[in-house]
């Protein structure tokens, strides 16, 4: 409120009834008898149960994936033609992002949304997928070496712990992310006692995109998303220049001295509590749009650029670039 001063956040009443039939047929509200068991230890009300993720979202963000992974690629050839005059080499390989062993060697589910979307998406044969951003290590140990929370004890079966997909090159100590108990953005019950109480996860951890920590049996659940997770602290408009600060996807500054935010919805208009990340199918056709649009340019070894690159989301001129668009 006023209304008159979030005009992106009101939509008229056929809208909100065509998204509830898009759930219907995406799969992530589905419907059984009122006295069966839910199927994924998820939320059920009455015959509802809200799935935590749906196989048309895998397939969505494999989608996505490889709009991202053309965009460099069609850069890429661009800029090696310049160099060598050859821009006929291959761009792909026929390997997935990562195999089911090496998701197995790092303890991970095979039934979650990260499993799926890695064990489907094709690895390309450039290495960074934006500013300082690294594909994930091809080799199983590799992999598994590279999770924070792979010996992090899970209190059920229904809890999935956070990914770390594409972490930050690492230079030091300049590009871990803090994960001290009143900064950590992974929520669900026992994750901080866990984690802060014996010291098995480190209070520093590799900056990157990292998917959420669920516990299916929570309210108002989703494993499609992700969290950015930042090596410096964004400014919310605190120390930026008059019209700067990054925002979220309803207009508003992210938080003040935090790491995590950008990218990130805020108030969504058709429900689910602000808290809950944004889908990482939209980060990705957010990040290809940045690309073939020159905001990030391209080079032999893919997007170029550190992880400080996305300081940009704090000013002026570039805020808007780092902001995904409001939607369901």
Request: charged share 20%; hydrophobic share 40%.
């Amino acid at each position: 409120m006023p209304v008159l001063a979030h005009p992106e956040l009101w939509y008229p009443l056929e809208t909100i009834l065509s998204q509830w039939i898009h759930l219907l047929r995406l799969g992530k509200a589905v419907a059984s008898r009122h006295d069966a068991p839910s199927r994924l230890h998820s939320e059920k009300i009455g015959p509802w149960e809200w799935q935590p993720y749906s196989k048309a979202q895998v397939a969505g963000c494999v989608e996505a994936w490889n709009c991202l992974c053309h965009a460099i690629e069609e850069r890429r050839r661009v800029t090696i033609t310049a160099i060598t005059g050859d821009g006929s080499g291959r761009s792909n390989t026929e390997q997935p992002l990562l195999t089911s062993a090496a998701m197995d060697e790092a303890l991970f589910p095979k039934s979650c949304f990260v499993h799926e979307f890695v064990t489907r998406a094709r690895r390309p044969l450039f290495l960074r997928i934006a500013p300082g951003l690294l594909l994930p290590p091809v080799d199983a140990a590799g992999f598994a070496a590279a999770q924070a929370s792979t010996q992090l004890p899970r209190e059920s079966d229904a809890q999935i712990l956070p990914v770390c997909l594409f972490s930050a090159a690492w230079e030091g100590s300049h590009y871990e992310a803090d994960l001290t108990a009143s900064s950590c953005p992974f929520h669900f019950e026992g994750y901080h006692s866990a984690t802060y109480a014996h010291g098995e996860l480190p209070s520093r951890i590799p900056a990157g995109v990292y998917s959420e920590a669920i516990d299916r049996n929570s309210y108002d659940i989703a494993e499609e998303v992700f969290r950015l997770l930042l090596p410096y602290n964004l400014s919310g408009g605190a120390w930026s220049d008059a019209g700067g600060g990054a925002r979220k996807s309803d207009g508003s500054l992210v938080t003040p001295d935090t790491m995590n935010e950008l990218f990130q919805h805020g108030y969504k208009p058709f429900g689910g509590d602000y808290y809950r990340p944004q889908r990482l199918e939209h980060l990705l056709d957010h990040w290809s749009r940045l690309v073939a649009d020159g905001v990030w340019s391209v080079g032999p070894d893919g997007v170029e650029g550190t992880i400080e690159r996305f300081r940009e989301a704090d000013t002026p001129a570039r805020w808007r670039e780092y902001m995904i668009p409001p939607t369901w």
